[in-house]
Protein backbone atom coordinates (compact mmCIF):
# COMPACT_ATOMS: atom_id res chain seq x y z
CA UNK A 1 0.00 0.00 0.00
CA UNK A 2 1.45 3.39 -0.91
CA UNK A 3 1.17 6.20 1.83
CA UNK A 4 -0.86 9.64 0.65
CA UNK A 5 1.19 11.29 3.48
CA UNK A 6 4.23 12.71 3.32
CA UNK A 7 6.46 13.40 7.00
CA UNK A 8 8.72 16.30 6.18
CA UNK A 9 10.48 19.45 6.99
CA UNK A 10 9.57 22.67 5.96
CA UNK A 11 11.99 25.41 5.78
CA UNK A 12 14.74 25.28 8.27
CA UNK A 13 16.64 27.83 8.79
CA UNK A 14 20.19 29.00 10.87
CA UNK A 15 22.01 32.29 11.40
CA UNK A 16 24.62 32.20 8.82
CA UNK A 17 27.27 33.06 11.78
CA UNK A 18 25.52 30.15 13.74
CA UNK A 19 25.96 27.65 10.61
CA UNK A 20 28.21 24.64 11.56
CA UNK A 21 27.43 24.12 14.70
CA UNK A 22 25.32 21.43 14.95
CA UNK A 23 21.82 23.14 15.48
CA UNK A 24 20.91 22.08 12.10
CA UNK A 25 21.60 18.76 12.50
CA UNK A 26 19.93 18.59 16.15
CA UNK A 27 17.22 19.99 14.75
CA UNK A 28 16.85 17.35 11.87
CA UNK A 29 17.84 14.34 14.21
CA UNK A 30 14.47 15.90 16.79
CA UNK A 31 12.10 15.77 13.80
CA UNK A 32 13.29 12.29 12.26
CA UNK A 33 13.33 10.91 16.22
CA UNK A 34 9.69 12.27 16.40
CA UNK A 35 8.36 10.57 12.52
CA UNK A 36 9.89 7.43 13.97
CA UNK A 37 7.82 7.29 17.31
CA UNK A 38 5.04 7.94 15.05
CA UNK A 39 5.34 4.58 12.87
CA UNK A 40 6.93 6.82 9.95
CA UNK A 41 9.91 5.40 7.50
CA UNK A 42 11.16 8.81 5.78
CA UNK A 43 11.51 12.07 6.40
CA UNK A 44 11.01 14.50 3.65
CA UNK A 45 12.57 17.98 2.86
CA UNK A 46 12.93 20.03 -0.13
CA UNK A 47 15.68 22.79 -0.69
CA UNK A 48 16.27 25.68 -3.52
CA UNK A 49 19.25 24.53 -5.29
CA UNK A 50 22.54 26.19 -5.71
CA UNK A 51 25.81 27.33 -5.27
CA UNK A 52 24.47 28.94 -1.41
CA UNK A 53 22.21 26.09 -0.87
CA UNK A 54 21.63 23.70 1.95
CA UNK A 55 21.83 20.53 -0.66
CA UNK A 56 25.28 19.82 0.88
CA UNK A 57 23.73 19.65 4.55
CA UNK A 58 20.99 17.44 3.56
CA UNK A 59 23.16 15.21 1.71
CA UNK A 60 25.29 14.91 4.22
CA UNK A 61 23.04 13.67 6.55
CA UNK A 62 21.66 10.99 4.22
CA UNK A 63 19.25 12.46 2.39
CA UNK A 64 19.13 11.64 -1.13
CA UNK A 65 17.57 13.23 -4.37
CA UNK A 66 14.33 11.61 -5.28
CA UNK A 67 14.58 13.47 -8.99
CA UNK A 68 11.62 15.37 -7.84
CA UNK A 69 10.41 18.84 -8.29
CA UNK A 70 8.21 20.83 -5.67
CA UNK A 71 7.85 24.64 -7.08
CA UNK A 72 11.01 24.57 -8.31
CA UNK A 73 12.88 23.02 -5.07
CA UNK A 74 14.60 19.73 -5.17
CA UNK A 75 12.90 17.07 -2.86
CA UNK A 76 14.96 14.81 -0.71
CA UNK A 77 14.13 11.78 1.49
CA UNK A 78 15.85 10.46 4.17
CA UNK A 79 15.27 6.62 5.24
CA UNK A 80 14.91 5.92 8.95
CA UNK A 81 14.50 2.34 9.14
Known sequence: MVS????GLWRLNIAAG???RGY???AVESVAAEIL???GKELYV???PGEHGPEGFYLGLG??????RS???TVGVLALD
Not at 4 to 7: A, D, G, I, K, N
Not at 63 to 68: A, L
Open 63 to 68: FRDTGE
Open 71 to 73: EGE
Open 4 to 7: LFRS
Open 46 to 48: TWH
Open 24 to 26: GRF
Open 37 to 39: RRG
Open 18 to 20: EQG
